[in-house]
């Protein structure tokens, strides 16, 4: 596959910029003069910072001044899994900067790349914890469940805040927003966890009384000791061969971004819309509260209604109920609805026209018999009644779907397609 390239305008600057990249290769040639070496934004006064994009969807929402800015390729600030070889392991910052006791938030746009039979486990997208247990670090994906986590000293020490799992090979955006203000009193600090400029999942409260400050070094793709030595990697207590994998972070980073306040949601979303305009231009592939993904545009409705309702009014919005026929997008879907209150949704599939014979929105046949991916819990309808001939999407049971009375009322997922795919 070719290299293709758009030129976009920001700031009054114009960037030429790869477009298409062919996943798992090396993303830039040296020998074409590709970027230089990482080189960090410093700024010890806040005042010298430029503000965020002005291209808002709301003018009136302007996000906070960021404290650090690292990674940001189109100024040379590569941060891969091969520019984390060239130099040891890990990006090392030295003691660039750290976080205290004061709220802070946490932001990166991402690619997982594994290569050479290496997948994620851990991955440390920015850290600065000591051998004794001490400081913090942002990870993506957590070792188990593919999750947003991050660690904060012993205690609360390593929790997955995040439900969505992080998806291979795409471009997703993820954060973390710590507020220690509002319970400093108490001792108390309000988590939450944000896929794609969304909440994933709902907010934790932790027990922090003490700063997260280390003498480790700050470091991007890997964990230093404060001695410079790499972690040796974790083991894996659930398989018999108790393999260690390596907390690296094996794919693309761009625009790691640290702010000293908790972001509210509007600003998250905010924050994260612009840095994907960054790199697609300021026109959007979606309409203002569909989120994309995988060359579709998605969104949850929530008026209940029931499935012949839902089907129409999802044509009526220029696409159709959601087809989820693999687990990339049923991962999507999920971060979708995770936070909703709501608990069923009607998703497009049904056995209406012929009994058993189960088909997407899209026209195509799930061939479930055959052993075609789906979400049921035992890989088929269980058809419980008859009259259970449309599909669903239940939070209850972690996302799995049920075949249901098409009379119910729920909550709809449609689709469309976007005025481009980046």
């Not at 060359?295 to 089907?311: E, G, Q, R, S």
């Not at 669903?392 to 249901?404: H, I, S, T, V």
């Amino acid at each position: 596959m070719s290299r293709q390239f758009v030129i976009y305008l920001v700031l009054g600057t114009c960037y030429l910029w790869p477009f298409d990249w062919v996943a798992g290769s090396d993303l830039y040639d040296q020998n074409e003069g590709g970027p230089k070496p990482l080189v960090c934004k410093r700024v010890e006064d806040d005042s010298e910072i430029d503000a965020p994009l002005a291209r808002a969807y709301e003018p009136n929402i302007l996000v906070p001044v960021s404290h650090r800015v690292y990674c940001d390729w189109r100024k040379g600030q590569v941060c891969n899994t091969e520019e984390f070889e060239r130099n040891g392991g890990a990006i090392n910052l030295g003691q660039d900067m750290d976080l205290g006791e004061e709220s802070f938030s946490l932001f990166a746009h991402i690619r997982l790349r594994p290569r050479d039979g290496m997948d994620n486990w851990g991955g440390r997208i920015l850290s600065k914890r000591t051998s004794y247990k001490t400081g913090w670090q942002f990870v993506v994906p957590s070792f188990y469940t593919r999750s947003i986590s991050m660690y904060m000293n012993d205690k609360p020490g390593h929790i997955t805040f995040g439900e969505s799992m992080i998806p291979d090979l795409t471009w997703v955006t993820v954060g973390v927003t710590v507020d220690r203000d509002t319970f400093r009193k108490q001792n108390l600090a309000t988590v939450q966890a944000y896929y794609n400029g969304q909440p994933d999942g709902t907010p934790y409260i932790v027990v922090m009384n003490t700063t997260l400050s280390s003498d480790a070094p700050l470091t991007i793709g890997h964990w230093m000791y404060e001695d410079n030595t790499l972690h040796r990697g974790r083991k894996d207590w659930r398989s018999p061969q108790r393999k260690r994998h390596v907390h690296r972070f094996f794919g693309d980073i761009s625009d790691l971004t640290v702010w000293k306040t908790p972001l509210s949601p509007e600003h998250m979303v905010q924050y994260s819309d612009d840095t994907v305009s960054k790199w697609i231009g300021n026109t959007q592939p979606c309409p203002r509260s569909w989120r994309y993904f995988d060359c579709k545009c998605y969104k949850v409705f929530p008026t209940p209604l029931n499935f012949d309702n839902a089907w129409i009014k999802c044509e009526e919005q220029g696409g159709r109920l959601v087809v989820i026929d693999e687990s990339p997008i049923q991962q999507f879907i999920w971060s979708l609805v995770v936070t909703s209150s709501d608990q069923d949704f009607w998703i497009g599939l049904n056995d209406t026209l012929n009994e058993n014979i189960w088909k997407f929105s899209s026209g195509f046949e799930l061939n479930y018999f055959l052993g075609q991916w789906n979400n049921f819990p035992n890989k088929f309808p269980d058809k419980e009644y008859k009259t259970d001939d449309c599909a669903e999407l239940r939070k209850l049971y972690a996302g799995q779907w049920n075949d249901a009375n098409c009379n119910k009322f729920n909550p709809y997922i449609c689709e469309k397609e976007p005025a481009f795919c980046p």
